[in-house]
């Protein structure tokens, strides 16, 4: 395989996390044997299996490798063995801890219909064929993570709960800026999300993007929507969008209101991106939106499309192989109008399908790849 200064660590995880990893690895190693495209790969691990191994879901010398690398791609974490350990050692806190350390604000979730599928949405054909957006959302700070929260016993007596939600002008600055930036490489569009209407944060929100908008991105369409009528419109007229950006709370339900759309959690991969250091390079992590999947893991049954179309984002936003990534996209959609089908993709229109395992859907990805380059 080709050398290269190029850092991937990989982190497969629990579940159907190293199944669909497998796959994954064919198109890597096809990549470096046909496309020079090679990458010096460290591997380790997340979640349960940190857990199993270290007593803990991330090991600290796991934390440093994910820092020094240049992408992260993660399988999935979690599953039943492991539900009742302590809060502070459930698998998904090795992935909030990576999120947190590596500072990844920016989660890019692309919610797109492929024509094969459009009948696997529950959506009408006509509403989501060739649906293409981009949702991002403000991945580490608002209601989640704002302080104070917590429980007291209040002045009458009674128990209440409390969050807060709290953003600063920088934090909304710079995932509005990924948002801009990543649609001048699209259709040049960004409508922002929020309740300006009713919060203050709302309020905030709706004129950095404005100001930020004026100072630098002028050439880009920029529009606004409260973040209600926001989640109607998305089942309403979904193609009217190309890049939605929102704060974490409203981003985690508007992202999956949107995944629904394209029919199957199997087929979604995601990003999460840092800031920007001296050189321009982003910390990065890469990851299909799915869990574990403990009902089929070690079955052969996961689809192993939403971890291949991650490793597609990642050759596209954090190594510039925007034609590699072209090229693993269109395997995939070629693979699927062949009718190449997933337990999960079994849904509406089944005729001319072939039913298939994980490897099988593995292999055909690579077989498509050789007869396309
Ligand atoms: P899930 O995404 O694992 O599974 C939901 C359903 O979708 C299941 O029926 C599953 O079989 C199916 N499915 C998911 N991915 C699939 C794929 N690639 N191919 C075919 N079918 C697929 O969500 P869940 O069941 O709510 O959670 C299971 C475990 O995963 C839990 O421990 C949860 O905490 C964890 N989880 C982890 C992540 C993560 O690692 N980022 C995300 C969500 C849930």
């Not at 669909?20 to 046909?34: D, L, Y």
């Not at 009718?339 to 001319?352: A, Q």
Request: hydrophobic share 40%.
């Amino acid at each position: 395989m080709a050398s290269s200064n190029r850092n991937l660590l990989v982190l497969p995880g629990d579940g159907i996390g190293p199944e669909v990893m497998n796959e994954v690895r064919k198109i890597i190693a096809w990549m470096g044997n046909r496309r020079a495209v090679g990458f010096d790969i460290k591997e380790d691990l997340v979640g349960g299996a940190a857990l199993d191994k270290h007593g803990v879901p991330l090991a600290d010398d796991t934390m440093m490798l994910a820092l020094e690398a240049d992408a992260v791609l993660f399988g999935s974490v979690g599953g039943p063995k492991w539900d009742t350990a302590d809060f502070s050692k459930k698998p998904e806190r090795g992935l909030l801890r990576l999120r947190k350390e590596m500072d990844l604000f920016a989660n890019l979730r692309p919610a797109k219909v492929f024509d094969a599928l459009v009948d696997a949405s529950s959506l009408k054909p006509e509403i989501v064929k060739g649906l293409d957006i981009m949702i991002i959302r403000e991945l580490t700070s608002g209601v989640y993570f704002g302080e104070p929260r917590g429980r007291q016993t209040n002045a009458k007596g009674e128990v209440e709960a409390f969050d807060t939600q709290r953003y600063t002008v920088g934090e909304i600055r710079r995932v509005c800026a990924v948002a801009f930036e990543l649609a001048r490489k699209r259709q040049n569009k960004v409508l922002s999300a929020e309740k300006a209407n009713v919060m203050h944060t709302g309020v905030l929100w709706r004129e950095e993007a404005t100001k930020l908008h004026k100072e630098k991105y002028a050439d880009v369409k920029l529009e606004h929507m409260y973040a209600d009528a926001l989640a109607m419109q998305l089942l309403r007229q979904p193609n009217q969008f190309d890049v939605i950006v929102t704060d974490n709370l409203f981003g985690d339900i508007l992202s999956d209101e949107a995944s629904m759309l394209t029919g199957s959690l199997g087929l979604l991969p995601s990003a999460s991106l840092g800031a920007p250091d001296a050189t321009g390079r982003r910390k990065a992590l890469y990851e299909p939106i799915h869990g574990s999947a403990p009902d089929i893991a070690g079955k052969g049954l996961a689809n192993p499309i939403a971890e291949t179309l991650s490793y597609a984002m990642m050759l596209r936003y954090s190594f510039d192989l925007g034609k590699e990534a072209d090229l693993v996209e269109t395997a995939v959609e070629n693979v699927l109008k062949a009718g190449y089908r997933t337990g999960d993709l079994l849904v509406g229109k089944t005729d001319g399908t072939k039913k298939v395992g994980t490897q099988e859907m593995g292999d055909a990805i690579v077989k498509e790849l050789d007869r396309l380059a």
